[in-house]
């Protein structure tokens, strides 16, 4: 593995508007990319800089000839990784940037470097983390798609149970399906995902559900939040709609599955002599994003992607790539019951198929249309099944929900409360029981919500002595807390405020947040806490 990111490019002198190269040569061309790429300068106005010809500025590696007549040659670029700043945009810049406005080039195959893939989480799941999450080796997934837009929530939940019913494992929103007046997001996560869980308990096998968490800047955490609370591990995304690095920061922040859209990445793939092919920008870059899935237009579907272009994209997607995942390629489109032989034989086993027109084809019996296309997938490959997991065995990256629980003890309709500060039956308890976190000085009393009282929340009491702390941390539930004994510090964000008795403070998911007793006396205060909630991130 060389220590340069190498792009190669195919480029076209002959192309119609791009005359001048016929005469100026292929190097001139090359060249320009090069210096269009990084110092978006002619060559010499590097104001007695040589360095930046010779660190910044990209060396050619190869360049070979594919039909001189024609005027087509491929080339290969090696950048120094520093230019990119081992960040996405910056590196989609230097992919694509500026010669994206140029009609005769075209992305063929980046190789990079160690050290760059090692900046990047990728799939956070990957094929086997979702194979474990659902138990099933050996064969090919099966992924519905719930539709058409205009059916009301209630009826895609019906839809969904028959989906599982039949066997799927993988149910996924259309990617036209958001927060429609007519199907509000919430509403559908929370009916589909009750309904498929009835079926799973039914079937004792297990279907994921993907929502289309697609949306906003300043609404897609709180879509991907609300599907966490109701249960749902993935979702599905369009990286073009909402931006690669906001897909990439939402897939490394949160612990869930993420299954990527295509839609408007077609563009870049209809010219063969300009734009991105589908196996750099669906497979490499999508994977470097973190897709754990990469949706793209099946070979032989309504859209005209090669077989060719198909087995590429499902090669980048599955094949050693640094530390990073391998991930599933999902064709979609152009399946039927007759071709799925063939598609087993082209994609293999680490491969989902997605389907959506043809399970609605029959639709009065939805259930057994999966279960068909299920057997039909099934009967190439010999398939192997376990216990579903409840979550992966990969490393939670940062939070996993929900936790099971526990009844601690007796539930009182009354808690006397002592003067030192402590409540008859309710005992105090360590504060990280078996978590290993920074604090000091503090425990717990749990008060209700443990003792199987049938409230969504729980009260706890805490106390902090003098010089003592909790940990710094962020998780996905809220908190209130309110001041009862004391004065402490409250720190969240970049912000500070002293706490006195009765104050009350509030913490948003996923705000860094610690509080401290800096003074000589004990610190105490209520904690009002979701019942389900997941585990404390360090900071």
């Known amino acids: 593995m060389s220590d340069t990111i190498d792009i190669t490019y195919e480029l076209t002198s002959h192309h119609e508007g791009y005359e001048r190269y016929r005469a100026d040569g292929i190097e001139t061309l090359i060249r320009e990319i090069a210096l269009e790429q990084t110092v978006e300068v002619p060559d010499g ?108 929530p209630a009826d895609l939940a019906n839809l969904a149970a028959e989906f599982a019913l039949g066997g799927t494992d993988i149910i996924k929103d259309d990617h036209g399906l958001v927060d429609q007046t007519f199907c509000p997001f919430e509403q559908r996560v929370t009916l589909c995902q009750q309904a498929i869980e009835a079926a799973n308990a039914k079937t004792s096998r297990k279907t994921l559900y993907f929502p289309n968490v697609t949306d906003g800047a300043d609404k897609l955490e709180d879509r991907i939040r609300f599907a966490l609370r109701c249960g749902v591990v993935g979702v599905l995304v369009a990286p073009w709609l909402v931006g690669l690095d906001t897909v990439r920061y939402l897939a490394s922040t949160y612990r869930i599955i993420i299954m990527a859209h295509p839609a408007m990445t077609g563009a870049y793939f209809h010219d063969p002599n300009y734009g991105i092919r589908p196996s750099v920008l669906l497979g490499s870059v999508f994977r470097l994003m973190g897709a754990d899935l990469s949706i793209f237009p099946n070979a032989g ?118 003067e030192d500060f402590g409540w008859s039956g309710r005992p105090p308890r360590p504060y990280k029981d078996g978590v290993n976190l920074p604090f000091r000085y503090i425990n717990r009393h749990e008060l209700i919500g443990r003792y199987g009282e049938e409230t969504r929340f729980d009260l706890r009491y805490f106390q902090i002595e003098p010089g003592g702390y909790s940990s710094l941390e962020r998780h996905l539930h809220i908190h209130v807390v309110i001041c009862i004994r004391g004065e402490g510090v409250f720190i969240i964000g970049g912000n500070r405020y002293t706490l006195r008795p009765f104050d009350v403070a509030y ?25 389900e909630r997941d585990r404390p991130i360090p900071l």
């Open 45 to 152: 106005y590097f104001f007695n800089q040589p360095h930046i010809n010779t660190t910044i500025v990209p060396t050619v590696k190869d360049l070979q000839p594919i039909d001189q007549a024609a005027g087509r040659y491929r080339a290969t670029l090696s950048f120094n990784p520093e230019v990119t700043a081992c960040q996405l945009p910056q590196f989609l810049n230097v992919l694509f940037g500026n010669i994206s406005f140029k009609g005769n080039v075209r992305v063929v195959g980046i190789d990079f470097p160690e050290d760059f893939l090692k900046a990047f989480k990728g799939p956070g799941y990957g094929i086997p983390g979702i194979r474990q999450l659902l138990g099933v080796y050996g064969r090919p997934l099966l992924c519905a798609v719930l539709k058409p837009m205009g059916l009301s």
């Open 301 to 418: 579907g309504r859209f005209n992607f090669t077989p060719e272009e198909s087995l590429a994209l499902s090669h980048s997607l599955r094949a050693p790539f640094g530390q990073l995942k391998p991930a599933f390629p999902a064709p979609a489109g152009g399946m039927s019951l007759s071709n799925i032989p063939d598609m087993a034989a082209m994609y293999g086993v680490d491969t989902v198929y997605t389907i959506g027109g043809s399970l609605l084809k029959y639709p009065d019996d939805i259930r057994d249309s999966t279960r068909v296309f299920l057997e039909k997938i099934t009967s190439g490959f010999s398939q192997a099944t376990c216990q579903p997991s409840t979550q992966s065995s990969t490393p939670p990256r940062q939070f996993t929900l929900p936790l099971t629980s526990v009844t601690l003890g007796e539930v009182f309709e009354h808690l006397s409360f002592r």
């Open 507 to 531: 913490i948003a998911p996923m705000h860094p947040h610690q509080l401290l007793n800096e003074s000589d006396a004990p610190f105490g205060f209520f904690c009002i806490v979701d019942h």
